[in-house]
DNA sequence: TGTGCCGGGGC
DNA sequence: GCCCCGGCACA
C-alpha cells in the first residue's frame, strides 16, 4: 500500500519547484538558449523603449513612451548586453566583437551560387559599419574570419563608463557609440560578461548554419529583407513615412523588426525557445540603473532599433528595461516564466490551511489507544478533537 | 516517530 | 450524517 507511491503534491501551487525546470542549469542553456529565442517570440505586443521624437511614427503596437532618451539609457546597463546574447543579430552582422565573426562566415560556408546574397549582406553591413562613430575606431581585428571574443576587451571595458548613468552623454551616446551597430538590432555583446553570468565556457559564435533575415515587425506588414539597414529604410520609408536616407532623419526612429533564422539550426532554436530561463539566471546580480521592485525576467523581446542623431542604436525594449521606463507608458508584459517563477516563493508562506496545533493533550494522549472508546468522536474519526479544545 | 486532523470515500 | 481511513504537517 504505502509502495511506491508519488510524493504527495504538498502546500505548493502546483508549479515545478523554482530550482527544477526553471532554475536547472540545463534549462538555461545560457546565452545560446536566450538568444535563440528571441526572433521566435513574435513581439505581437512589441513595446517601443522609445517614441520617435518628432514623426508621428508611432510604435505599431504598445504604447508610445515619452521619454526616448531615458528609456534609451537606462536599457542599456552592462547586463542588457549580457541579456542581448540571445538575440541573432548579435551574432550576425556587423557589430564588434562577436557580430564581427559573422561577416567572413557567408563567404565561407556560401557555395559560389549563394556569394552574391551573402556579399551583399556583408557590403550592406560594412556599409552600415562605416557609419558608426565607434566602429571606427574598432580595432580592424574585429573583423578578422576568427571570433571575436578577443579584440574587444577594451570595448568592454567602456561598458561602465557607459553607464554609469551620470549624464546621458548628450551628442555622444553610449548607447549608440557602444558597439552596437546600424545594421544589427542588437547591442554588442560582451561574451565575457554574458559568459561569467551564465557560468558557461565561452559560447561558440553563432552557427553559420543560419541565414538571418530581417522581419519587419509593423502591423499587417511581416516584410523579410535580407539586411537590417534595408529594413531600416523600409521601415522608415513604409511606415515612417520620411526619406530613405537615415541622414535626412531629423530626430529619432523606432524601428520594429527582428531577426529571423533561416537555416538548419532553427528548428533546434526554436525548442530551445521553449526552455523556461531563470529570471535571476539571466539578471546580473547588480543593476546600477535599476531599482526595480522585482526583476522582471528576460523573455525574448522584440528587437528595437533607434536612430539618434544619424546614429542607430539597438536596444531591447526588455522588461527589466522598461521598468526604468514611465511605467505609464509601458505594457507590462510578464513573461511566462514568471507566471510559475513567482508564485513559487511566497507558496511556502501563504498556503498554509493548517490551522496551528494546539497544546491541549486531545483524547489520544489522553486515554491512550487502549481506551479508544473513551476518546470523543472526531478523535475516533481522526477529525479536531472536540472534547479538548484549543 | 508519534500525534493531530484534513480531506475524502463508503454506507 | 455517520464512520472510517489515507496521508500530511508538525512536534
Same mark, same amino acid.
Given at each position: 500500500?504505502? =509502495?511506491? %507511491?508519488?510524493? /504527495? !503534491?504538498? *502546500?505548493?501551487?502546483?508549479?515545478?519547484? @523554482?530550482? +527544477? $525546470?526553471?532554475?536547472?542549469?540545463?534549462?538555461?542553456?545560457?546565452?545560446? =538558449?536566450? %538568444?535563440?529565442? /528571441? !526572433?521566435? *517570440?513574435?513581439?505581437?505586443?512589441?513595446? @517601443?523603449? +522609445? $517614441?520617435p521624437r518628432t514623426g508621428p511614427a508611432l510604435p505599431p503596437q504598445g504604447p508610445a513612451v515619452g521619454d526616448g532618451?531615458?528609456?534609451?539609457?537606462?536599457?542599456?546597463? @552592462?547586463? +542588457?548586453?549580457?541579456?542581448?546574447?540571445?538575440?541573432?543579430?548579435?551574432?550576425?552582422?556587423?557589430?564588434?566583437?562577436?557580430?564581427?565573426?559573422?561577416?567572413?562566415?557567408?563567404?565561407?560556408?556560401?557555395?559560389?551560387?549563394?556569394?552574391?546574397?551573402?556579399?551583399v549582406m556583408a557590403a550592406t553591413a560594412l556599409t552600415s559599419l562605416s557609419t558608426s562613430p565607434l566602429l571606427l575606431?574598432?580595432?580592424?581585428?574585429?573583423?578578422?574570419?576568427?571570433?571575436?571574443?578577443?579584440?574587444?576587451?577594451?570595448?568592454?571595458?567602456?561598458?561602465?563608463?557607459?553607464?554609469?548613468?551620470?549624464?546621458?552623454?548628450?551628442?555622444?551616446?553610449?548607447?549608440?557609440?557602444?558597439?552596437?551597430?546600424?545594421?544589427?538590432?542588437?547591442?554588442?555583446?560582451?561574451?565575457?560578461?554574458?559568459?561569467?553570468?551564465?557560468?558557461?565556457?565561452?559560447?561558440?559564435?553563432?552557427?553559420?548554419?543560419?541565414?538571418?533575415?530581417?522581419?519587419?515587425?509593423?502591423?499587417?506588414?511581416?516584410?523579410?529583407?535580407?539586411?537590417?539597414?534595408?529594413?531600416?529604410?523600409?521601415?522608415?520609408?513604409?511606415?515612417?513615412?520620411?526619406?530613405?536616407?537615415?541622414?535626412?532623419?531629423?530626430?529619432?526612429?523606432?524601428?520594429?523588426?527582428?531577426?529571423?533564422?533561416?537555416?538548419?539550426?532553427?528548428?533546434?532554436?526554436?525548442?530551445?525557445?521553449?526552455?523556461?530561463?531563470?529570471?535571476?539566471?539571466?539578471?546580473?546580480?547588480?543593476?546600477?540603473?535599476?531599482?526595480?521592485?522585482?526583476?522582471?525576467?528576460?523573455?525574448?523581446?522584440?528587437?528595437?532599433?533607434?536612430?539618434?542623431?544619424?546614429?542607430?542604436?539597438?536596444?531591447?525594449?526588455?522588461?527589466?528595461?522598461?521598468?526604468?521606463?514611465?511605467?505609464?507608458?509601458?505594457?507590462?508584459?510578464?513573461?511566462?516564466?514568471?507566471?510559475?517563477?513567482?508564485?513559487?516563493?511566497?507558496?511556502?508562506?501563504?498556503?498554509?490551511?493548517?490551522?496551528?496545533?494546539?497544546?491541549?493533550?486531545?483524547?489520544?494522549?489522553?486515554?491512550?489507544?487502549?481506551?479508544?472508546?473513551?476518546?470523543?468522536?472526531?478523535?475516533?474519526?481522526?477529525?479536531?478533537?472536540?472534547?479538548?479544545?484549543?
Open positions: 500500500m504505502e =509502495a511506491a %507511491r508519488p510524493p /504527495a !503534491p504538498g *502546500l505548493g501551487c502546483g508549479c515545478p519547484p @523554482p530550482h +527544477a $525546470a526553471s532554475w536547472a542549469p540545463a534549462a538555461v542553456s545560457g546565452p545560446s =538558449a536566450q %538568444r535563440d529565442e /528571441a !526572433p521566435r *517570440l513574435r513581439p505581437e505586443g512589441a513595446v @517601443p523603449i +522609445a $517614441a532618451f531615458a528609456g534609451l539609457e537606462l536599457a542599456l546597463p @552592462p547586463e +542588457a548586453r549580457a541579456l542581448d546574447l540571445w538575440v541573432p543579430g548579435s551574432w550576425v552582422g556587423v557589430a564588434p566583437g562577436p557580430q564581427s565573426a559573422h561577416i567572413p562566415v557567408p563567404v565561407q560556408r556560401s557555395p559560389p551560387g549563394r556569394v552574391r546574397l551573402d556579399e575606431g574598432a580595432p580592424a581585428a574585429a573583423f578578422s574570419s576568427e571570433p571575436s571574443l578577443e579584440p574587444w576587451p577594451e570595448n568592454l571595458g567602456q561598458l561602465p563608463d557607459s553607464y554609469d548613468g551620470s549624464s546621458n552623454h548628450s551628442g555622444d551616446w553610449d548607447l549608440a557609440s557602444y558597439p552596437a551597430s546600424p545594421s544589427t538590432p542588437s547591442p554588442p555583446l560582451p561574451l565575457e560578461a554574458a559568459h561569467f553570468l551564465f557560468g558557461e565556457p565561452t559560447p561558440r559564435k553563432r552557427k553559420n548554419s543560419a541565414q538571418v533575415m530581417f522581419q519587419c515587425l509593423w502591423k499587417s506588414c511581416g516584410k523579410v529583407l535580407s539586411s537590417a539597414s534595408g529594413m531600416q529604410r523600409h521601415i522608415r520609408v513604409v511606415h515612417l513615412g520620411r526619406q530613405a536616407e537615415p541622414e535626412q532623419s531629423d530626430g529619432e526612429e523606432d524601428f520594429y523588426y527582428t531577426e529571423l533564422d533561416i537555416g538548419v539550426d532553427a528548428l533546434s532554436d526554436g525548442l530551445s525557445s521553449l526552455t523556461p530561463v531563470s529570471p535571476t539566471a539571466s539578471l546580473p546580480p547588480v543593476f546600477p540603473r535599476l531599482d526595480l521592485p522585482e526583476p522582471s525576467a528576460l523573455p525574448p523581446t522584440p528587437i528595437l532599433s533607434q536612430v539618434v542623431s544619424g546614429q542607430v542604436c539597438h536596444i531591447h525594449s526588455d522588461h527589466a528595461y522598461q521598468g526604468c521606463l514611465d511605467p505609464m507608458h509601458l505594457e507590462p508584459q510578464p513573461p511566462t516564466v514568471r507566471a510559475c517563477f513567482t508564485p513559487a516563493l511566497p507558496s511556502k508562506l501563504a498556503a498554509n490551511p493548517r490551522k496551528p496545533r494546539g497544546d491541549a493533550k486531545k483524547c489520544r494522549k489522553v486515554y491512550g489507544m487502549d481506551h479508544r472508546e473513551l476518546w470523543c468522536m472526531a478523535c475516533r474519526w481522526k477529525k479536531a478533537c472536540q472534547r479538548f479544545l484549543d
